[in-house]
C-alpha cells in the first residue's frame, strides 16, 4: 500500500523527536551526499533566517517573513522534486526555493524592496504570492496547462493552514480533482495564520482529510521530521507524473509543524501564544533531529559539523554583501513590464518623472 | 462590392461575430482554448460558443465547475505556462469572484515576474443592460479594469469590431478584458469577413463626422447616440462627431483630442454609474491637454449613481436617444 493511501487522520512519521526511526518506518531512497545535502540545505535556510530578521531589525531590510521551523518542511519536499517539476510558492518558502536553485541574494533582494529580486528566469519557480491562496488556481492551470501539452511534470503548490479557509483553495483543488492535473497541494500546517489558531480556520479534524471532499488523496505528515516529508512527497511527485494516465492524480499533503518565530517581522507572536507552546514544538526541531539520524548513522561527524557551520554562513554572508552591494534599480524601472509594449500614456508619465529627477535632482525629490 | 468578396464574407449578428471570431483564433493557434461555465456542449448561454465543442473537442471548449475566480485563477496558471486562454464570465455581474484573480494576478505577472511571465488571458463577459434580465445581470463595470494597470478594456460595438477585436485580444500578449454589448448581441448584422483579420486594440473609430459637438461613447450606447445625432442633424442643424472609442484602456487620447479641438465641445455617454466612470476620465484629459480649445463645458449623460434597477424601470436608468440628444444641445447651446 502506497504511504499516500493510508488514513488521512494518521501521521506519517520516520524520525521520532529524538532523531531515531519509529517502529515500522521505512527510511527513504537517499544516499549519504543527498541526506548531507538535506542537512546542510536545513542548517542554510535555519541561518539564513535568522540573518534576515537580523537585517529587518537594523533597517537594512524590510518586513520579512521568517521560516525557522519550518525547514523540514520546505526541504524535504522540494528535495523530492525532479529537474523538470516547479515549485509555486507563497511568500514564506525560502528555503524551499534555495533547494531549487534560488540564489539566497535574489531572495534578500526582493524583501529589500527591488523588483530584480523576482528575476528568475531559467528556474521552475513561479513568483511569490502575497495574497493567501490565490497560488493554488495558479499551481492547478499551469499543472493543466502542462498536461493539456502533453508534457510530464509535477507542481508542488505552496500555502499555509490559513490558506484552506479561502475560496481559492478550495476552488483550485476543486479543479485539480475534476481534470486530475499533475498537482501536489503542499499545506505547510504551522498551526496560526497570524494570530489565529488552525483550529479557527476549520473544524475539520484534519486539514489532509479534506482532499477526500475533491476525490483525491490526502495525507498528513510530520513537517519537522525531513524525511517523512521527502518520502511523501516524493510519493505525491511520482503520482502526478505516473505512466498510466489513469493513475495521474493530485494529492494534498498536510505537513504538521509550527513556526517558531513571528509571522512576520512586524507581528508579535507573544500577544496570541504563551511560551510554553513554543518550549514544546522546540522539542521537535527538524534539524537537531536529522542531525542526530546521521550522526548515529555515521554520515556525519563533529568535524563535518562544523563544516557545515561554517560554510552556511559564508554563503549567506557573502549573499547579503551580494544584495546589498546592488544599486537601487533605475526609477524607469517602474514603468517597465507593465505591458509588452510601452502604452503612450505611460512613456509620457516616465518621460515625467524623468525630468522631476532634473529639475530637482534626487535628493530634494525624495526628501 | 466585388463578387469575389461578396462570397467571403457573411451577415452576421454581433454575438454570431463573436463565435465565428473564437472559430477562427481557434483554427489558427492550436494554443487557444475557450473555457467556462456551460460553455461546452451547450455552447454557452448566449451562443456565444455554438460548435465549438463538436468542431475542437473537450480539451480545448472546457466546461468548468462554476467558480469565476477557479476559472481565471486557473487560466492565469495556463497562460503562463504558453496556452491562450479565453475565459467567460457567463454575465459581467458575476465577476467580481475573478475579480482578485484578475487585478492581484493577471495584470500584475508580467510586472512581477520583471517580463518572464505574460499573462495572454482574454476574460470575456456580456454587460450592460436593457435586456430585462434579473438582478445582476445588467451591471458595466468597465472603470474597475480601466483603472488597473496591466490590464486592456476593449468593447465593441458592431460585429464587424467584433471579430476583429477579438482575434486582437487573443493574440495580444496582455490580459485583455473584453466586453460584449448584450443589448445589441443580435439587434443587426453586418458583413463580417470569414477570413481572419484584426482590428487595433487602443484606436476610437469616427462614426459620424461633424463639426459642431463631440460625442464619445462605446458599446452598446453607440447606437442611441448615434440615432439622438441624426435627429439633431436632420431637425436642428447641430452635426455632431461620433467617436466610438472602442478600447477604454488604453485610452485613444489623440483620437479623442483631435475631435475636441475640431469642435470644441464635448459630450461623453455611458451607461455606467457616473461617478468614477470612464467619462471623468475623458473629461480630465481634455481639461489637461485641450483647455484653451473649449467652448462649453464638458457633459456626462450615463446612468445613474445606484444599483442598476430590476427591469420595470431599467429603461429610466439607460441613456436612450432624448436624454443624449438633451446633453448634446445643452453642450451646443451653451
Known sequence: MSTLQRDPREQVR????????????????????????????????????????????????????????????????????????????????????????????????????????????????????VPIATQVLHASGLAWGAKLKGDRKAFMCYFGDGATSEGDFHEGLNFAGVFDVPAVFFCNNNQWAISVPRERQTASETIAQKAVAYGFEGVQVDGMDPLAVYKVAREAVEKAKADDPEDLRPTLIEAVQYRFGAHTTADDPSVYRDDDEVERWKAKDPIPRLESYLYEQGVLDQERIDAVQQSVEEEVADAIETAESLERPEPAAIFEHVYEGMPKRLQQQRQYLEQLRERHGDEELLE | MSQQQQQSTQNLTLVQA?????????????????????????????????????????????????????????????????????????????????????????????????????????????????????EHHSESKEAFFAHEPGLKVVIPSTPYDTKGLLASAIRDPDPVIFLEPKLIYRAFREEVPDETYTVPIGEAATRREGDDVSVFTWGAMTRPTMEAAEQLAENEGIECDVVDLRTLSPLDDEAILESFKKT?????????????????????????????????????????????????????????AARIADGIRETYEF
Open chain 1, 14 to 129: 520516520v524520525l521520532d523527536e529524538d532523531g531515531r526511526v519509529v517502529d515500522g518506518a521505512t527510511v527513504p531512497d537517499l544516499d549519504d551526499d543527498q541526506m548531507v545535502e538535506m542537512y546542510r540545505n536545513m542548517k542554510l535556510a535555519r541561518h539564513f533566517d535568522q540573518r534576515a530578521v537580523s537585517l529587518q531589525r537594523q533597517g537594512r531590510m524590510g518586513t520579512y517573513p521568517p521560516l525557522s521551523g519550518q525547514e523540514g518542511a520546505q526541504i524535504g519536499s522540494a528535495m523530492a522534486l525532479d529537474e523538470e517539476d516547479w515549485m509555486v510558492p507563497s511568500y514564506r518558502e525560502h528555503g524551499a526555493a534555495y533547494a531549487r536553485g534560488l540564489k539566497l541574494h535574489q531572495t534578500l533582494r526582493y524583501w529589500m524592496g527591488d523588483e530584480r529580486g523576482n528575476e528568475l528566469r531559467d528556474l521552475n519557480i513561479f513568483p511569490v504570492a
Open chain 2, 18 to 134: 463573436v463565435r465565428d471570431g473564437l472559430y477562427g483564433e481557434m483554427e489558427r493557434d492550436d494554443d487557444v482554448i475557450v473555457l467556462g461555465e456551460d460553455v461546452g456542449k451547450n455552447g454557452g448561454v448566449f451562443r456565444a460558443t455554438q460548435g465549438l465543442y463538436d468542431e475542437f473537442g473537450e480539451k480545448r471548449v472546457i466546461d468548468t465547475p462554476l467558480a469565476e475566480s477557479g476559472i481565471v485563477g486557473t487560466s492565469v496558471g495556463m497562460a503562463a505556462y504558453g496556452l491562450k486562454p479565453v475565459a467567460e464570465m457567463q454575465f459581467m455581474g458575476f465577476i467580481y469572484p475573478a475579480f482578485d484573480q484578475i487585478i492581484s494576478h493577471a495584470a500584475r505577472l508580467r510586472t512581477r515576474s520583471r517580463g518572464r511571465f505574460s499573462c495572454p488571458l482574454v476574460v470575456r463577459a456580456p454587460y450592460g443592460g436593457g435586456i430585462r434580465a434579473p
Open chain 2, 264 to 320: 470644441g465641445r464635448a459630450v461623453v455617454v455611458h451607461e455606467a454609474p457616473k461617478t468614477g466612470g470612464l467619462a471623468g476620465e475623458i473629461t480630465a484629459t481634455i481639461q489637461e491637454e485641450a483647455l484653451l480649445y473649449q467652448e462649453a463645458p464638458v457633459k456626462r449623460v450615463t446612468g445613474f449613481d445606484t444599483p442598476f434597477p430590476l427591469y420595470a424601470l431599467e429603461d429610466y436608468y439607460l441613456p436612450e
